[in-house]
Each structure stands twice: as structure tokens, then as C-alpha cells.
T-cell receptor
Framework: NAGVTQTPKFRVLKTGQSMTLLCAQD?????MYWYRQDPGMGLRLIHY???????AKGEVPDGYNVSRLKKQNFLLGLESAAPSQTSVYFC???????????????FGPGTRLTVT | KQEVTQIPAALSVPEGENLVLNCSFT??????LQWFRQDPGKGLTSLLL?????REQTSGRLNASLDKSSGRSTLYIAASQPGDSATYLC????????FGDGTTLTVKP
């Protein structure tokens, strides 16, 4: 049981390049989330998904796209990277409130992205 | 829109002290509140989760309380140790989560 995994762990991009971050969970969770964390700040929600084939915008969605084609995977895409997207990206998953009373979020180890 | 505030932003204490970290939130319609620990350059480690129907949770030297009516949660750390030095984050969960900016704790030997 690996929990939540993220690929890659580190990446450096040049302005204008594109990339996809992959999040995978093996806990059969319905909900999945992408956050970014900037220095001295908490996590801000980028996009989230409440089930396979669904996505929704979070607090800071601009410049990102997501897809949830399979229940266990949640992809975060940057079509044209900008220096303002330099950050640490965390993925998380949880059961739906009706599935599990605790509704706890489990986090991946993070991806450190630098855009030059 | 939910807003989560953590006070203080930073705290430095000598080893052995008991301490309280504060978390306040504006919308009481939450499923639960979760406390995390984050070490520098690392991911998040879940410490305690309090469901909306609960008042407190305990794990070892940690005790977290929740008062939904006043929009407050506290994390109490007993007999602090240098190994407790880290950033502590609280998050409210209500379909999507809102995090505070964290309290950075330094415990001096």
C-alpha cells in the first residue's frame, strides 16, 4: 500500500514550456486534490475532483488544467509555464464524506517545480 | 469563502514548556478539522483529525480541541521537545480544504 505518490519529485522548466504532474493513490479514494505551497504560506487549492471524470476549480486555478480519467490518477498540467508557478505542488486524496466519517486527507511527498 | 487564520505565525519556547497553537475559521459548516506537521522541505504529516461532531482528540503529548460555534481550534503540546520544532498547519475540510498559513515552532534545548 503506497498511499499517495507523485511524479516527478523535482523539475526545472523554462518559461513557456509545458509539463504534466502525475498523482496516484491506491486507497480507492473518490476525492483527489492539487495544492501549491509558496514560502511562508499554507497550501492553496488549485483544482480538485470528487470522482472519476469530474474536476472543479479551487482557489488558484488559472494557468493549470487537470484530468481524472481513472479513479486512481489525477493529473495536473501546465500548458505554458511562468515563473509565478515556481512552487511546491502537493497532491492529496480522501474518501467521500459519506464513505468515511473521518474524511481524512492523505498527502503525497510533493513536487518541487522551478520555472526560470 | 472560508478563511483560516493561525496565530502566532512563529513561536520560540524553551524545552519542556507546554504550549498552545491557535487556529480560527470563519465558516463553521465543516466536516472536520485537521492538524498537520511540516518539517522544512518536507511534506505534510497528519497529526490529529477532529470530526465536526467531536470536541477533542488526543495523541501522545498532543491534544486538539474544536469549538465550531466560535470557529476555533487549538493544538496543545505538552512538555515540548527540540524534535517538535516544525511548522504546524491546520485545515478545515468541507468538500474542499482551506489551510492556514501555519505556525513555525522552535523549541530550544
Amino acid at each position: 500500500n503506497a498511499g499517495v505518490t507523485q511524479t516527478p519529485k523535482f523539475r526545472v522548466l523554462k518559461t513557456g514550456q509545458s509539463m504534466t504532474l502525475l498523482c496516484a493513490q491506491d486507497m480507492n479514494h473518490e476525492y483527489m486534490y492539487w495544492y501549491r505551497q509558496d514560502p511562508g504560506m499554507g497550501l492553496r487549492l488549485i483544482h480538485y475532483s470528487v470522482g472519476e471524470g469530474t474536476t472543479a476549480k479551487g482557489e488558484v486555478p488559472d494557468g493549470y488544467n487537470v484530468s481524472r480519467l481513472k479513479k486512481q490518477n489525477f493529473l495536473l498540467g501546465l500548458e505554458s509555464a511562468a515563473p509565478s508557478q515556481t512552487s511546491v505542488y502537493f497532491c492529496a486524496s480522501s474518501s467521500a464524506p459519506g464513505q468515511d466519517p473521518s474524511y481524512e486527507q492523505y498527502f503525497g511527498p510533493g513536487t518541487r517545480l522551478t520555472v526560470t | 469563502k472560508q478563511e483560516v487564520t493561525q496565530i502566532p505565525a512563529a513561536l520560540s519556547v524553551p524545552e519542556g514548556e507546554n504550549l498552545v497553537l491557535n487556529c480560527s475559521f470563519t465558516d463553521s459548516a465543516i466536516y472536520n478539522l485537521q492538524w498537520f506537521r511540516q518539517d522544512p522541505g518536507k511534506g505534510l504529516t497528519s497529526l490529529l483529525l477532529i470530526q465536526s461532531s467531536q470536541r477533542e482528540q488526543t495523541s501522545g503529548r498532543l491534544n486538539a480541541s474544536l469549538d465550531k460555534s466560535s470557529g476555533r481550534s487549538t493544538l496543545y503540546i505538552a512538555a515540548s521537545q527540540p524534535g517538535d520544532s516544525a511548522t504546524y498547519l491546520c485545515a478545515t475540510n468541507a468538500g474542499k480544504s482551506t489551510f492556514g498559513d501555519g505556525t513555525t515552532l522552535t523549541v530550544k534545548p
